[in-house]
Each structure stands twice: as C-alpha cells, then as structure tokens.
C-alpha cells in the first residue's frame, strides 16, 4: 500500500502531536492559515484518491488494490 504510505503520520499520531506543538506556539494569522490549508488538501487528497480506488473497483469489477499496482 504505498500508496498511503504518506498517510502514515496519522496512523502514529505524530499529526496530532505536531498540531499539539503547532497550537503551544505563537503564530501570526498567515501562518494559521497555511497550517490549516495544508490539512484541508491532505483531507481532500485523502478523499479524492478514496473515491478513485472505489470507482476503479466498481468500474472493474476485481478486487480492490493499490492504485500504484495498475
């Protein structure tokens, strides 16, 4: 599966304990905003590829693999 593999730092947690990290720190509004924009892409990059494998498996009609496998 590496294709999640990127993904790993939520399964650890270390996201939350980078975000535990960020928030104990001082920070201007810009840099809030970017720390938020980069959740909200890896959410909707998590949900975008969710949605593809489930449309290549419907398409398809096989089991369901790794995106890199094809």
Request: proline letters at 3%.
């Amino acid at each position: 599966m590496q294709v999640y593999d990127k993904y790993n730092f939520l399964i650890t947690k270390q996201a939350e304990a980078d975000i535990e990290d960020f928030l104990n720190g001082e920070h201007t509004f810009k840099e809030y905003c970017r720390e938020v924009k980069k959740y909200k892409k890896l959410f909707e990059d998590i949900t975008y590829k969710s949605r593809k494998v489930q449309y290549i498996y419907k398409q398809k009609h096989v089991p369901l693999v790794p995106l890199s496998l094809w």
